[in-house]
């Protein structure tokens, strides 16, 4: 079984300034690990993706992540915000491919609302 | 390259009747299909998700149901629509390594 965890529903932040959005999993087998980013009323698109080799990732639009194994977390880093960064982001694990149906586990999202 | 498509984008349709959401790939085959569902203020809730023509698995027991009848078309069905089926319905295939989604089709019953 894996789950997502996302701790914080919604994180206030004022432009310019540094976002950490919390990403913890859970499986009892190796996950390929993403962030989506979803704008009002448009689908989810892809930020950035952990497959294997260099734990820290950057993705669009100046997002990063690090993954932590021991911790089992996958948080996502930007160092300056900017308004249009206000969306709904989600971190997802996805189980790798082994013939047949890929279980794909979401978080609750993070809502994140740049304060100008 | 690949795309997705789904549509209509939105639809306002009264409790009773019936709905069809249709989701179409583009630039491969065979892939792995999946419908989810964003209520108001929730997360993604997985409906439905398929590995061929004709072959479907339901996440969640409801009103709802799909059917795959061509390789790159997955459809949403609904025989009577319930006020509680309102949402954000959106179409995902799976990639190599990602989950592609498409624009995303928005239901509100009324």
């Known amino acids: 079984a894996q789950s997502v965890t996302q701790l914080d529903s919604q994180v206030p932040v004022f432009e310019e300034a540094p976002v950490e959005l919390r990403c913890n999993y859970s499986?009892?087998?190796?996950?390929?690990l993403f962030w989506y980013v979803q704008y009002p009323n448009q689908g989810l698109q892809l930020l950035l993706k952990?497959?294997?080799?260099?734990?820290l990732v950057k993705g669009i639009n100046g997002f990063e992540a690090e993954f932590n194994k021991s911790q089992t977390s996958f948080h996502l880093r930007k160092p300056s915000v900017h308004i249009s960064d206000t969306a709904e982001y989600f971190c997802a694990v996805i189980s790798p491919y082994s013939g047949g149906y890929q279980k794909v586990t979401f978080g609750t999202g993070t809502k994140l609302q740049v304060i100008p | 390259s690949q795309t997705i498509h789904q549509w209509p984008a939105t639809l306002v349709q009264p409790v009773g009747s019936p709905l069809s959401l249709e989701c179409t790939v583009e630039g491969t085959s065979n892939p792995n299909l999946y419908w989810y569902r964003q209520a108001a203020g929730r997360g993604l809730q997985l409906l439905f998700y398929?590995?061929?023509?004709?072959?479907i698995s339901s996440e969640v027991p409801q009103n709802l149901s799909a059917s795959r009848p061509q390789d790159r078309q997955f459809i949403l069905s609904s025989k009577k629509l319930l006020l509680s089926d309102s949402g954000f319905y959106l179409c995902?295939?799976?990639?190599?390594?990602?989950?592609?989604f498409g624009e995303g089709s928005r239901l509100t019953v009324l």
């Open positions: 499986s009892s087998v190796s996950v390929y």
């Open positions: 995902a295939w799976m990639g190599a390594r990602e989950l592609f």
């Open positions: 398929s590995v061929g023509i004709g072959q």
């Open positions: 952990y497959l294997s080799g260099s734990t």
